[in-house]
């Protein structure tokens, strides 16, 4: 069974920075594209940062030279780095492995940025 659990999410003031971290139990881990999505109140889950197994990154505009992700293929674990946080960053960040056909879920972490 593949689980992904996510941590590090918390309150932190405009301009801060928080690491999310998300391990992943289970086989899926190693071939899978790692990714993290957000969700804030009343809006869609968006994308926000892709890295597939071989290490490459995509990033949505909105956080694009201020978040980073990275993967640490020995641990089966996906970090985001966020930094200069904005009050526009508060959202729910999902975990998520996809490797076709499967694609898995973490529980979320609530990240909240507010003076």
């Known amino acids: 069974q593949v689980q992904l659990v996510e941590s590090g999410g918390g309150l932190v003031r405009p301009g801060g920075s928080l690491r999310l971290s998300c391990a992943a139990s289970?086989?899926?881990?190693?071939?899978?594209?790692m990714s993290w999505y957000r969700q804030a109140p009343g809006k869609e889950r968006e994308l926000v940062a892709t890295?597939?197994?071989?290490?490459?990154?995509n990033y949505a505009d909105s956080v694009k030279g201020r978040f980073t992700i990275s993967r640490d293929n020995l641990k089966n674990t996906v970090y985001l780095q966020m930094n200069s946080l904005k009050p526009e960053d508060t959202a729910v960040y999902y975990c998520?492995?996809?490797?076709?056909?499967?694609?898995?879920w973490g529980q979320g972490t609530q990240v909240t940025v507010s003076s």
């Open positions: 998520n492995a996809n490797r076709f056909p499967y694609d898995y």
């Open positions: 289970g086989s899926i881990f190693g071939g899978s594209a």
């Open positions: 890295v597939d197994s071989a290490g490459n990154a």
